[in-house]
């Protein structure tokens, strides 16, 4: 189902969100997270006691699993897995669990557009799920750069091949700071500017979607 | 992540439970959990959860050249992976002995019972024909992967429509969806397979055994039967000995179940299809219940950005300009260019303080005496070679370079100097040769 969006005077829409907390009943912390029709489940395990070889003396090792849906993970996986892997760590104290382990595993489980911000947004609802300690929160934004310069949030799959780029960026609650930002296709340094700009209006509205949804976890009803 | 191993208090007291014909969820032993199907947005993807074990299934297909021994057939692959999500212990990519017997057991259920048809699946008979690929992912592991499996794989196989082709002549045309509807799959049964685990040499028997459950069973019998009675594929497993009635006794409960769970997934998939015909919502976010606390739904939010254009501006108002950049190349002497940032390149002024340095070691010699042997060879044999041609030192950089590229000077050569008289990494003396030749050219 192809939910298209207006974009009337200047407003770009969030496809419908949502998400479901605690689902799985093994991991420590699990969330599934839809945007649209695009939709990651991730689970997460930790802080547990981690193999020697993984140990760090430090803080804790943080290890991110990316799964597709058909096949073995290959290139694209590890290298999401990598802009991950260093955005959970730029947010969570991991040095408050010294030498133990904390694996995040994320399966995608449909992929309509704007798959690494549907990521990142499970990544981390997981680990608010999980109770792990936090410096801040994180939300993905994806942004695509229409042929005809205008901006368009929260692409589909075929908007975003259509796209003469498409932008991602992981934004921090704290003060709205960018934790990770990636591209792909040519954009002028105002266009990365302007998405950047709008992507941090559209964090806001993302954490306040996290708060509601957290806040009717822990409600008694 | 390690796995936690069962203590032996638990399994005395799992094992007394059964004893007393308890389970721990409150379940008789014949009793199945609860399954729940719900289909993904793309056609061919469902997670069925049996209790809380969850296995997600997609199926693909594409076109390939048959196998030489059956070039009518079209090729069936099934592959199950225990994500490491299921449970800590699995790790990615391993294939333990459980994955093997449990990828074989789903091949013989779903492939050898011959319940999807294979020629239909050929297009030009020894040349194309589609491949069914199903993909499984264990998701959460609570005991009994093997029923889970076994019903999200023949749901989705249910679920799935291929392009429709035509052939005309040698001509193979593969339509999208939108020019001609997707055809399904032919299947003529469906094969679900149900599990039986047994305690105490046999004589307790629990159907659908949890985790736990698992944990402390003696053997374990799995029964594939499709609706109209017929036996699919049987095995036994464990240290059990069983007796032919127990047997007949499982593959009693087994028709009963397998008539069960047929009727819960046709109407399933009767919905789901009633869902899409009438073009109501479908998909994931459709099968997430609204009510429990833990769910949270957010309608499409509109992100006011009217004046992001005029941020951008001035965001890139208050930085710093950028210096300047010359898009086009910038030729010194003919024969030579440069291209980035500024006119002066970096790389010729790193040469010339080299070259400094290198006069400077001229003078005195004593300065290289407490370097290694070889390197002082080779640092006297580029003094040599500057001293030979003096009005280098004042001329600009690019002759000095043409010198490096001689192929009777070692490349070696100017990597040690450059690594005994500066901090400069090799790496990108290197890259300054490389870059030099490529201009050359």
């Known amino acids: ?221 | 992540m390690k796995a936690t191993p069962l203590s032996n208090c638990e399994r005395r007291f799992l094992l007394r439970a059964i004893q007393e014909k308890k389970r721990l969820d409150g379940r008789q032993c014949y009793d199945y959990r609860n399954i729940r199907v719900s289909f993904g947005a793309d056609r061919g993807c469902c997670i069925v959860e049996l209790g809380r074990t969850r296995v997600l299934a997609q199926v693909s297909c594409e076109l390939v050249p048959p196998k030489p021994s059956r070039p009518t057939e079209g090729v069936l692959f099934f592959n199950l992976e225990l994500s490491p999500m299921a449970a800590p212990g699995l790790e990615p990519g391993r294939q333990s002995e459980l994955l093997v017997s449990l990828n074989r057991l789903l091949e013989r259920c779903l492939r050898d019972s011959k319940c999807i048809e294979t020629e239909s699946l050929c297009v030009v008979a020894g040349e194309k024909v589609w491949q069914i690929r199903l993909d499984m992912h264990l998701l959460n592991h609570d005991g009994n992967i093997t029923d889970a499996a076994s019903i999200a794989g023949i749901v989705a196989l249910c679920h799935f429509r291929r392009p429709d082709v035509s052939v005309q002549g040698e001509e193979v045309t593969v339509y999208t969806p939108e020019e001609r509807d997707p055809v399904p799959l032919s299947i003529h049964h469906m094969p679900i397979c149900v599990s039986f685990a047994f305690f105490h040499q046999g004589t307790y028997l629990l159907v659908d055994p949890t985790e736990r459950e698992e944990r402390v069973m003696d053997g374990l019998l799995v029964i594939a039967m499709n609706k109209h009675h017929e036996i699919c594929t049987i095995q036994s497993s464990g240290v059990v000995m069983l007796l032919p009635d127990q047997i007949l006794r499982c593959s009693k409960i087994t028709a009963v179940k397998v008539a069960e769970i047929t009727e819960l997934i046709q109407k399933a998939l009767e919905n789901d299809q009633k869902a899409r015909k009438e073009g109501g919502k479908f998909g994931f976010a459709e099968s997430i219940p609204n009510q429990r606390i833990t769910t949270f739904k957010m309608e499409s939010a509109a992100v006011d950005t009217n004046d992001v254009e005029e941020q951008a501006g001035e965001i890139i108002a208050k930085a710093d300009p950028p210096s300047e950049v010359f898009a086009s190349p910038v030729v010194h002497t003919p024969g030579t260019a440069q291209i980035g940032e500024g006119i002066e390149s970096s790389w010729g002024d790193l040469e010339e303080s080299e070259k400094e340095e290198a006069a400077e070691e001229e003078g005195e010699s004593e300065a290289a005496a407490f370097e290694c042997e070889k390197v002082e060879t080779e640092d006297t044999s580029t003094l040599k070679e500057t001293k030979s041609d003096e009005p280098i030192v004042l001329s600009d950089s690019e002759e000095e370079e043409v010198v490096i590229l001689e192929p009777q000077e070692l490349p070696r050569k100017t990597r040690t100097q450059t690594s005994i008289k500066q901090e400069n990494p090799s790496k990108k003396a290197f890259n300054k040769r490389r870059r030099k030749k490529r201009t050359s050219r």
């Open chain 1, 1 to 221: 189902m192809a939910v298209e969006m207006e974009v009337a005077d200047g407003q770009c829409r969030l496809r419908p969100f949502s998400c479901e907390l605690g689902l799985l009943s093994r991991p420590d912390g699990s969330a599934a997270f839809l945007q649209g029709d695009t939709s990651v489940l991730a689970g997460l395990y930790g802080p547990a006691e981690a193999k020697i070889s993984k140990e760090l003396p430090d803080r804790a090792a943080l290890e991110v699993l990316l799964r597709p849906k058909v096949g073995l993970p290959g290139v694209l996986e590890r290298s999401r897995e990598q802009l991950l892997r260093q955005t959970c760590e730029a947010v969570l104290l991991g040095v408050l669990h010294p030498r133990t382990a904390i694996s995040l595993v994320l399966q995608v489980l449909s992929d309509a557009g704007s798959l690494l911000s549907c990521c990142l947004n499970a990544a981390c609802m997981a680990l608010l799920d999980a109770g792990l300690p936090l410096a801040a929160l994180f939300c993905g934004v994806t942004y695509a750069l229409q042929p005809d310069g205008a901006i368009l949030l929260d692409p589909t799959a075929r908007q975003e091949q259509e796209a003469r780029a498409v932008l991602t960026f992981a934004i921090a609650s704290s003060d709205r700071k960018v934790l990770m930002a990636t591209t792909k296709g040519s954009c002028s340094v105002e266009e990365m500017q302007q998405c950047l700009a709008a992507a941090q209006r559209a964090a806001s509205t993302i954490f306040q979607f996290y708060r509601d949804s957290v806040r009717r976890r822990y409600s008694k009803n």
